[in-house]
């Protein structure tokens, strides 16, 4: 074993890669010869990024090129009373962020639930997704193939299922485009987001295809899964869970809570969520589900850069007798307890918080009763922030509590 000083001499020279390190000395080592390496060559000072308190090594599976830790605060909103088939019981939301106001506010609109008696909350479908494009000579044999797809469902599952002992396939929907076909998997990961066994099941069910049609893959994912990026197919079909959770506020507790009205929030999410958005063309018809969605998924160890289909979000406001009807839906919320960033120590540690870490019993109930939180979580953030920008205050509020 080398230490740190050697290695990033033995990178200077030449002799090593930067990610090598660890082939040579502990994680630790490397990523301090990498931090020596690094403020030699630019000057920047990071103790700081060097300063974290748990083994190196939990971090392998998770990074690549290790420095050190990224540290975003946290802090947490509720107790937030959730009823539904997948959560029951009142939750602290953990939620990491470095925008000022935004615990505040979802703790405000928790306190609100709290007052209204609680948000049901319900988890619609599960299905992560993942689509290969496949390249044909044309349109006549791309038909062809699509139908043989449709027709030979059970050999694609037998050949994807055989990588996992936890994932189903649930759908393969063909979908020609010229002389493309796409395919898009649909698989029950259950407690896991599912898209590494989604990505390797997938290929395996690819593999089927090429062998016993004419077409060749051209790439396991053909974007109509849709990762990562803005998506009508998600906002309309669904990826990860589906989740839907709801409230009604009484009048008093809206004056009381908002200083505001249940009909000027109405207004507010009219013309804002909904023409507003339909204006702008957007994915969201939302206030900031994104915002929710975000903070949660980094204190959570989810996948952050899918808070893209998480914030595919459509609130709906309607003024009834018992108060306001509030409800938030998030068609494509990518969630899971096991697998990806859930294993790293603070991240564990905050799923713990919800009594949510690990696999659940049945396989899938951690991952719904963990979607059933964030959406009640969203509409705690959604109601707080249409109470806000009803009762004129959020400016005021971030001008408090955000700079
Ligand atoms: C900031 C508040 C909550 C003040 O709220 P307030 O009503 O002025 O203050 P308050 O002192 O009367 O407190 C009310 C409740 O808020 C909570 N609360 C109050 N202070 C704290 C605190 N320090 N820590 C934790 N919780 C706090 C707490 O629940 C408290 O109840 P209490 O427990 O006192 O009975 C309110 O003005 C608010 O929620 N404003 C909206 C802010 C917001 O939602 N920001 C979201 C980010 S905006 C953005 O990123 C997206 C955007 C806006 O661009 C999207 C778009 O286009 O719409
Ligand atoms: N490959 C890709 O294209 C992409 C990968 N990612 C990354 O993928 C990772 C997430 O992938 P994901 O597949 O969720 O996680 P992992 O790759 O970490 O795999 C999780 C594994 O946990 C096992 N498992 C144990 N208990 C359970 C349970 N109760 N429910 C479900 N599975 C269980 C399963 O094994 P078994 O299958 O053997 O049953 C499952 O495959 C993240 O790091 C993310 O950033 C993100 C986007 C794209």
Redesign the pocket.
Known sequence: MTDAETLAERVKAGDLRLYELEAHADADTAAAARRQLLAEEVGADLETVGDYSFPTDRADPNIENMIGVAQIPMGVAGPLPVDGEAAGGSFYLPLATT?G?????V??GA?AIRAAGGANATVLQRGMTRAPVFETSGVREAAAVADWIRASRDRLAAAAEATTSHGELREATPYVVGDSVFVRFVYDTKDAMGMNMATIATREAAEVIEAETPVSLVAVSGNLCTDKKPAGINAIEGRGRSVAADAVVPADVIED?FGTSPDAIAEVNTRKNLIGSAKAASLGFN??AA?VVGAAFLALGQDVAQVVEGAHAITSVEVRDAGLYVSVTLPALAVGTVGGGTGLPTQSEALELLGLAGGGDPPGTNGDALAAVLAAGALA?EL??LG?LAGR??AS??AE?GR
């Open positions: 925008e106001a935004l615990v505040a506010s703790n405000r306190d809570r206030a900031h915002n953030g707080s922030l806000a205050h959020l509020a971030h509590h």
